[in-house]
T-cell receptor, first 110, second 110 residues
Framework: QKEVEQNSGPLSVPEGAIASLNCTYS??????FFWYRQYSGKSPELIMF????GDKEDGRFTAQLNKASQYVSLLIRDSQPSDSATYLC??????????FGKGTLLTVNP | EAQVTQNPRYLITVTGKKLTVTCSQN?????MSWYRQDPGLGLRQIYY???????DKGDVPEGYKVSRKEKRNFPLILESPSPNQTSLYFC?????????FGPGTRLLVL
């Protein structure tokens, strides 16, 4: 069974800092990687997906994938209080199923 | 607007009283799934469907049923709910790159 481990958190950073969220996985066959943000009591929403080794940037967000080391990370630059949420890492395989980590709670302090 | 809808959003019921949570998507996606989310356990897949009349068990299917008679609808059925099914439930609909979640149904079984 696929396992997805996220840094346990909670993670607290000051406003304007870089928040770094990490995820390791066990299944080398995983082909796609996703980061979701979930505000308390709300449904998860997709922030980014990445398929290839390296970095992928979208605004203040950068996803980094290293398949050899089996980790994927999300960097949030210039963190804002509105970024305070739980961040979920998810893996996709050859079928359409996504396997989720338990999430990391991020708090950005003004 | 791409959307996944769920009803009801909140439900309090008693042990053994059959209930159905409806889910509908307007994106013509073939793949749909149900998750439950519990503190400390993260998002766990209950059932999924690859297309009309094609459904299969996820990671925690016990006590649940689903059906997929139309592409847009994927109801979750609890034939005899028990207190351990108290949880937050999400329906999801997926394309190749994006999974959309419904708003969630918070269920309390007394």
């Amino acid at each position: 069974q696929k396992e997805v481990e996220q840094n346990s958190g909670p993670l607290s950073v000051p406003e304007g800092a870089i928040a770094s969220l990490n995820c390791t996985y066990s299944d080398r066959g995983s082909q796609s990687f996703f980061w979701y943000r979930q505000y308390s009591g709300k449904s998860p929403e997709l922030i980014m997906f990445i398929y290839s080794n390296g970095d992928k940037e979208d605004g203040r967000f950068t996803a980094q994938l290293n398949k050899a080391s089996q980790y994927v990370s999300l960097l949030i630059r210039d963190s804002q209080p509105s970024d305070s949420a739980t961040y979920l890492c998810a893996l996709g395989g050859s079928n359409y199923k996504l396997t989720f980590g338990k999430g990391t709670l991020l708090t950005v302090n003004p | 607007e791409a959307q996944v809808t769920q009803n009801p959003r909140y439900l309090i019921t008693v042990t053994g009283k059959k209930l159905t949570v409806t889910c509908s998507q307007n994106m013509n996606h073939e793949y749909m799934s149900w998750y439950r989310q519990d503190p400390g356990l993260g998002l766990r897949q209950i059932y999924y469907s690859m297309n009309v009349e094609v459904t299969d068990k996820g990671d925690v299917p016990e006590g649940y049923k689903v059906s997929r008679k139309e592409k847009r609808n994927f109801p979750l059925i609890l034939e005899s709910p028990s207190p351990n099914q108290t949880s937050l439930y999400f329906c999801a609909s997926r394309s190749q790159v994006t999974q959309y979640f419904g708003p969630g149904t918070r269920l309390l079984v007394l």
